[in-house]
């Protein structure tokens, strides 16, 4: 064929060219593509298919002293649906089964229709047993249906624990911006108590799944097998001082009552049982907390939210008459031999009435004994204001004790200085008579009071009242402890003893709380009343057992009761018969103890 | 007629190998790209048993009488009218366009067997012994034969396939021996008619670029006069069939012209295309783990976007592979074309190699994202029995000619 030329060029050139032209500007952009860009183009594609699904970690469980489990992790239930697979006309046998209103599982279908639909939705979370079973019986006629075990804490022990423990909840905006490299929102979080407190030993460490999702999001088969994915690491146990038996027995003893109980290891500060009451069901928060339950909650006239063993401030009544007498004691004002004169009360301005008739003449022993309001009064003014509110200090009050478990108030203890600004210079010094027995602007926590009978218990010395014993490594099964401050008051051992001995007296003397003695111990303890003057009078009890070698010491409150001797001290009796009695072929089935070596020296716990 | 009993002599490997390799490649590239894909887990099969029919087809092509394909070109050619008309009164859609011939069971696009018979009849006609490329007359009846079934195709609608007719129209026209006036003449008008769908602004500025081409090419008055009414006619009338679109067709044509228009369709497709294959690299990421291709990023990536499996899976030295073989088979048709005796014959060769060609680039261009997205397949590698036997019966002509070429000396 003869094909005319364009010009002098051939029409097969052209095309030749055009041809070549076209292929050299093809290889050109794949060149450019996957071999220059090639790591912008990669990166791209592995966003695309490739998704992160964080593992979350089993929360640490706590033991108690013994190695009893009293916070563990149980498994929930939870109803999940891939829209994509299900068919709604099973909305309504889904909301029967799981006791739901009609029309629950459409709603939340519709709420979270912007997600994709390939991937599963929650729509119930904490579903009973009974419908897992009848869902794992009907599987085959449910597309789409699937329920996932998401763990929740139980608390096998039958321990309340509600202000000690801490429950989990969902983190909060607030919580999530500032700490947003561990949390997602969704996740539980530790939320007071303990739970708060030791967040960063119990929670873990999260791990990461990958998956690969097509161009749907549905999730399509493991990463590479799982060979890059990240292993959550299980939050440490923690092993608490707590006793479960003297925790169980308080919580017993203040059922339906208003009140707190702390118990402390005397040599040691640490806590043996902790309650305030009334207290709240903690199950309520592992599942679904029902509104219902938050809004009594919170509600309630009781405030069963409100910590009473760290938190509420009282006048302590007579339990405050060995704070003169350690004061006079250590200062010399006083000894063993000096007596003064009861006449059944006391003028300064005005008479001060002494309860229980006319004692007589007595020394420090015997005026604890039968708490006697007239050597009090007398004892404050020979000490002196100030002297007297250094030395309750020195005792742990009016600063907070430093517990672990997050929430604390320090109380107040009036000096000169306060009452100048409120009466000038010439404040009626008569205000200190009511000091001295514990009435009028004293106002001490249930755990000052606990920390103050450790440590008249311990000659002086004790450690911060802690809970958290310190964390399992689970590695080496160790018990890594914590370290807590002692606490050293500087005073005299001997005027210890004093006091104690006046303090045994009141239960196994003539005292004011005899009907607690035991055969097998010797308690020593001291009541106290403090006037309300809002309704009945609050009852205290603060002591310790056994009076030879103190083991466990006790501050006991029960508002609006009234006598210490009548309503507090009975439960002290309860707990030590608890832990003193328990039977010890008990302990020895406990797994822990073999297995924790003692005097370890762990890693400091922070906070 | 001197027998030559080599191999070579009778038979172009150059041809048939390279086309051979581009099926096992697009086997391989379907099998991947839908082994995860139980609904269309069947296509590898299907597509197998087309290559072995295609195969059939291009060694029966390759066998029969040369002179035959001069007389069977015009029934072949009316016969594809009929198809093309047939397909839209009873044809079945397929995303979006009515392009689908069912006859008991099995699926054909007339639109691919058209264009043998198009290539037939552009070529006949303008090798007939009284033809003139210089006449007006002889222009304007091969632009008919060539721009009837582009309207049938269009009405489908089918863009890609309708633009490949055009490229073979023209090219055609340009190794028959067009003059540059001529090409001129028959390209002004649909430059024209293209820019008026973009707005007045383009229409007017394309009018000016063709009054400034004609004031170099120095017509008579009459002439250069007449062309510029052409063109505006053209223009205007485009807009009245524009008009009389409906609002559906009038969008399908506007995404056409500018598909970042619809990022979400035609646009996610372009990008999860060039991801798939910028993040093959060098050596790919290795049959069957591409993740774009075998998570699905890329929808029915066995048909028009099978390139990204190649590019995805086997990288730039598979991509370039594909490229050479491609590049190989076009050249060696150009080198027969060219030393064709045969006027016809050479015709039916560059026929074939526009085919190929347009469809090549059209295709790895947008997926490699210098073309928009028209849905045209790959020859012999995209999924698709009717493309596939068509394109191998094409072939099958090539090595045909190639065959006897000696007797045509």
Redo the contacts between chains.
């Keep these: 064929m003869k094909i005319p030329n364009i010009g002098s060029i051939q029409r097969s050139t052209v095309i030749y060219f055009v041809i070549l032209a076209s292929f050299f500007m093809l290889v050109t952009r794949l060149f450019l593509m996957q071999i220059v860009q090639q790591e912008a183009y990669d990166e791209k594609s592995a966003d695309n298919s490739i998704k992160g699904i964080e593992q979350i970690p089993l929360r640490g469980v706590f033991l108690d002293r013994n190695g009893e489990v009293l916070v563990s992790n149980v498994p929930a239930y939870t109803l999940r649906v891939v829209p994509a697979d299900y068919d709604t006309s099973l909305n309504s046998i889904l909301e029967t089964v799981i006791d739901v209103d009609p029309g629950f599982i459409s709603k939340v279908l519709r709420n979270n229709r912007i997600y994709s639909k390939y991937i599963p939705l929650r729509i119930k979370r904490g579903i009973d047993f009974k419908a897992v079973a009848w869902l794992e019986e009907n599987s085959e006629y449910l597309p789409g249906v699937s329920y996932m075990v998401e763990m929740q804490r139980g608390y096998p022990a039958g321990i309340i624990g509600s202000h000690l423990f801490g429950y989990t909840k969902e983190v909060s905006p607030d919580q999530l911006k500032r700490e947003k490299d561990y949390y997602a929102p969704g996740d539980y979080v530790g939320h007071n108590g303990i739970e708060k407190q030791y967040e960063k030993f119990v929670r873990g460490i999260k791990g990461l799944n990958y998956i690969l999702v097509d161009s749907k999001r549905k999730e399509i088969a493991k990463y590479k097998d799982g060979l890059e994915d990240l292993t959550s690491t299980k939050g440490h146990d923690l092993l608490l001082s707590i006793d479960t038996d003297v925790q169980r027995v308080a919580e017993q003893e203040l059922k339906g009552k208003s009140g707190a109980v702390v118990a402390i290891e005397p040599k040691t500060g640490e806590i043996l049982a902790l309650v305030s009451a009334p207290d709240y069901d903690l199950n309520q928060f592992s599942y679904v907390t029902s509104r219902e339950f938050l809004q009594d909650l919170y509600t309630n006239p009781l405030r069963p939210s409100f910590n009473r063993a760290t938190m509420s401030v009282k006048p302590s009544g007579s339990t405050f008459k060995l704070i003169s007498a350690i004061a006079a004691l250590d200062l010399g004002v006083i000894t063993t031999s000096t007596t003064i004169y009861c006449g059944g009360g006391f003028t300064f301005g005005r008479f001060f009435k002494c309860h229980g008739g006319p004692h007589g003449s007595l020394n420090v022993i015997h005026a604890i004994e039968k708490s006697c309001n007239t050597f009090f009064y007398n004892l404050i003014y020979k000490i002196g204001l100030d002297r007297w509110a250094e030395y309750a200090k020195k005792l742990g009050f009016s600063t907070m004790t430093g517990v672990d478990i997050g929430e604390e108030v320090p109380g107040f203890i009036p000096n000169s200085k306060y009452y100048e600004k409120i009466y000038g210079p010439n404040w009626p010094r008569s205000i200190m008579a009511s000091l001295a027995i514990g009435q009028g602007e004293v106002s001490v926590t249930p755990i000052q009071l606990a920390q103050y009978v450790a440590l008249i218990a311990n000659n002086g010395n004790s450690f911060v009242p802690h809970v958290v014993k310190g964390y399992i490594d689970d590695r080496t099964n160790n018990l890594m402890s914590s370290k807590f401050k002692e606490v050293k008051t500087g005073i005299d051992p001997k005027v210890f003893g004093i006091v104690k001995e006046g303090m045994f007296l009141v239960v196994n003397g003539a005292g004011t709380a005899t009907r607690i003695r035991m055969k097998e111990i010797n308690i020593a303890g001291k009541t106290g009343t403090a006037q309300n003057p809002h309704g009945k009078d609050h009852a205290f009890f603060i002591g310790f057992a056994p009076y030879e070698d103190p083991k466990i010491a006790f501050a006991i409150v029960v508002e609006n009761a009234g006598f210490g001797s009548t309503w507090a001290a009975p439960i002290a009796q309860k707990m030590i018969q608890a832990y003193l009695l328990k039977d010890k072929t008990k302990k020895m089935e406990q797994r822990f103890i073999p297995e924790i070596k003692p005097n370890i020296i762990g890693a400091k716990l922070e906070n | 007629m001197r027998i030559d009993y080599k191999l070579q002599d009778k038979f172009d490997l150059w041809l048939i190998i390279p086309a051979a390799m581009l099926i096992c490649i697009g086997l391989a590239a379907i099998y991947s790209s839908t082994i995860?894909h139980p609904a269309v887990h069947s296509n590898f099969q299907r597509q197998l048993t087309w290559g072995i029919v295609s195969l059939i087809v291009f060694f029966i092509t390759y066998s029969l009488p040369t002179n035959s394909f001069r007389y069977i070109g015009i029934s072949t050619y009316i016969f594809s009218i009929l198809l093309l008309m047939a397909v839209l009164v009873i044809g079945r859609k397929v995303s979006g366009a009515k392009s689908w011939l069912y006859f008991s069971g099995i699926g054909f696009q007339p639109s691919e067997f058209a264009k043998i018979g198009t290539i037939f009849a552009v070529a006949a006609f303008l090798s007939r012994s009284n033809s003139n490329i210089d006449s007006i007359k002889d222009i304007a009846i091969a632009l008919i034969i060539g721009l009837l079934p582009v309207g049938l195709i269009l009405l489908e609608p089918d863009m890609g396939t309708a633009l490949t007719f055009l490229g073979l129209i023209l090219?055609l026209l340009?190794?028959?021996?067009i003059s540059?006036f001529g090409l001129f003449v028959v390209l002004s008008p649909g430059f024209v008619a293209l820019s008026s769908l973009f707005g007045i602004y383009y229409f007017i500025v394309a009018l000016v670029i063709v009054l400034i081409v004609l004031l170099f090419f120095r017509k008579d008055l009459l002439t250069s006069g007449s062309i510029l009414a052409l063109n505006l006619g053209a223009g205007f009338l485009t807009d009245i069939a524009f008009r009389a679109l409906s609002p559906h067709q009038q969008t399908r044509i506007q995404s056409f012209i500018d598909p970042g228009a619809d990022p979400l369709g035609a646009g996610y497709n372009a990008i999860?295309a060039?991801?798939?294959?910028?993040?093959?690299?060098?050596f790919g990421k290795g049959f069957l783990s591409g993740?774009?291709t075998?998570?699905?990023?890329i929808?029915e990536q066995w048909t028009d976007f099978i390139f990204c499996v190649i590019?995805e899976e086997f990288?730039?030295i598979g991509?370039?592979l594909v490229?050479g073989l491609f590049?190989t088979v076009?050249?060696r048709i150009?080198k027969i074309?060219?030393s064709?005796?045969?006027?016809f014959l050479?015709l039916v060769l560059?026929g074939i190699?526009v085919i190929y060609?347009v469809h090549l680039?059209i295709n790895?261009?947008m997926v490699?994202?210098?073309m928009p997205i028209i849905g045209i397949p790959l020859p012999f590698v995209s999924y698709g029995g009717s493309s596939l036997v068509v394109n191998m019966f094409l072939l099958g002509i090539a090595a045909n000619i190639y065959r006897t070429r000696k007797n045509y000396t």
């Design positions: 995860n090219i340009f190794w028959k021996g540059l999860q060039k991801v798939a294959i910028g993040s093959g690299g060098l993740n774009q075998q998570l699905q990023f929808p590019g990288g730039f991509s370039v490229l590049m076009i050249l150009l074309a060219t064709a005796k045969d006027e050479s560059i190699l060609f680039i790895i261009g490699v994202g210098i």
